[in-house]
């Protein structure tokens, strides 16, 4: 998922944190890649005290029969992405768009608007609460970065973090959590900018390859350098 600016706004015009949250909030994006552990990274920090806000779960939510979404889906891929339930096929529809960029597109196109209209939500009614830290979970982050002239992390946020694995690890842990075979899962990793690069824009970066404990320290470590006032 990339959040960048509202429809319309130039690379000129001001940041969307200013715009949707307000000069003085603390707002973070956090990604990674497919088989990071983001959602890990995610819970711990929901226990320290953060709001987050997950895209992904948006989504799912968003593509339930009876939303308009689902069906908008069915006539773009057809009706082979439905499984016998009525509900979304989700591996059906994955093996479509992993492998075809402008499959990809096309499904951006339908999910995009939506999603971030509700991410935006959630996230101001944290800010509304005084968190000491909200946290948008966003997969496709530092792609939208990349296609930005200069430092547009900087400029969106108040900070990034990416939840980084080496990409041996993505692969095995793809193959794990999805049941896919390897060939599927090197496409999905390959179809995403390589973890590597991402490090580049990252303003934290936690490690992800060791034991959770190891994680957590990390997690809790950024978190709280997050959560100082200014």
Known sequence: MRITRPPGQSNSEPP???LWFGPMSKVVALSGGIGSGKTT???ILDELGAVTVCADAIVHALQVPG???LEEIVEAFGPQVIAASGELDRPALAAVVFGDSGARARLGTIMHPPVIAEMMRQAQAGV???APLVVLDIPLYFEGQKAESGSAVARNYDASILVWVPRETQILRT???DSCTPDEAERR???QMPIDEKRGYAT???DNSGSFEATRRQVKAVFEKLAEPS
């Open 41 to 43: 990274v995610r819970e």
């Open 204 to 206: 934290h970066i936690i």
């Open 189 to 191: 990793v390959a179809a």
């Open 16 to 18: 969307i944190r200013a």
């Open 128 to 130: 509304q609460a005084q």
């Open 67 to 69: 939303t308009g979404i």
């Open 175 to 177: 193959v794990s959590r």
